[in-house]
């Protein structure tokens, strides 16, 4: 297949197979300095990061840097003790009770979580849920805390008709917001209470109306990458092998990292990944070689891990030699 050069992606000649690495901050170096801030417990940094990001550039990862970090739910208080009204810190403070509280459940099923745990749980969603909405209150034009809302939401199990006032909460700030169309996918898959039909035509309806190159194509082999998971192994191979399958992720990938305006930084490193997986899973071998070359070796831990999640990167390597490259 020829390279991309005026299709979105340009590379110059092959020299060879780059080696690959976990790319955890997709090449933003605010986020490394985000997580090292939070870490040091140094809210002026962790509040200037923020405000020097507006809204309209989505500030999904920045926000979970500082809320994966954990003691962050400690000194956090004491900053909305100070600042009660910092929309900033509000946000902040929800997101780390949101991925608190999930540490307290852990990833394993529901059957196999304790009463105590979902206790935990649910405490500190609901906690975290006071705070967004203060935030989104002092803010009104912040996506943020409604995307934040979103996952709360659906940990808190509100149900299909509130969390869809949710996500048009953020899409109304913000129409082509990644984070928000990602939790909407998981809201809307069979796990979560939707379906399989509804997951694929909420993908298909969110990439038909964003522009060209847009990072949100990305909905579409995710939305495979679900229902792949969801099968035993025999028929998940057959149906990623299905021409339905493949035609939608063709269709896709030319709205997307083929359209001369696709950006490969941020957000389109993880969709590249995505893809890739998924044209591996489907056998379109030469689709998955563009995927594997535009990705230069950079290895995102979604989809990866869905495959190994221990080491995305080993799945990712494997992958890729049986693609060719």
Known sequence: MALLRDRGITLGRWTGRPGARLERDSGDPDVA???EAAVAADWTTVRGLLEARPEHQDRTQLLWAVGNTAGVERWIVEVLQKE????????????RHVSWGWDARTSARAEN?????????HSRLRQAEGWLYEAAELEPGWTSPWYVLQITGRGLEIGQVTARRRFEA???RDPHH????VQQLQQVCKKWGG??????AFARESV????????LARLVPDAHIEEWLSLDPGPGAEYMRTREVADSLGQAAEHSYRHPDFERAGPGLELLNSFAMAFSLAGDRASARECFQATEGRVTESPWSYIN????????RKHRSAAGR
Do not use: C, N, W
């Open 208 to 215: 038909s109306r964003a522009p060209g190159g847009t990072p």
């Open 178 to 181: 990644l984070g928000a169309h």
């Open 33 to 35: 300095r985000m997580r």
């Open 113 to 121: 979580v304790s009463r105590k745990q979902f206790e935990v749980f």
């Open 84 to 95: 009660p009204e910092s929309a900033h810190a509000l946000t902040v403070a929800g997101i």
């Open 195 to 200: 379906s399989h039909e509804e997951m694929h």
């Open 309 to 316: 999640g221990s080491d995305p990167v080993a799945a990712y």
């Open 170 to 172: 953020a899409v109304r």
